[in-house]
């Protein structure tokens, strides 16, 4: 699927690990970048969008075409289980409450 101004797409972890689990996004396109990038990758420019549809923030994302998905559409049954990608990451805390390296 390729995006068009005024979708409304479900972004979560099969688009990019940055939206993985409970990062996942309601998002309003707003417009798709021409610019030439990885193939099969493409940046949008649009609207964060509560659970009451409302906008709370305008963003510009970098996301996998192939696990983009329109809002309310169910995944397909082969995919319907699929977790979404996850990163694991080690951060000790410092005395001051920093992250360490």
Known sequence: MRPQPGDLLRVDGRA???FGGDRALTFRVVSVGAEVTYM???WLTGYVLNS????????EIFVQLAGL???GEPLPRDQSCV?????????????RGRAGR
């Open 52 to 59: 009451r549809g409302a906008a709370t923030a305008k963003r």
């Open 69 to 71: 998905r329109r809002a």
């Open 83 to 95: 977790p979404a990608n996850r990163v694991q990451a080690s951060i000790s805390v410092g005395a």
């Open 40 to 42: 099969g990758w493409i």
């Open 16 to 18: 990019s690990v940055q």
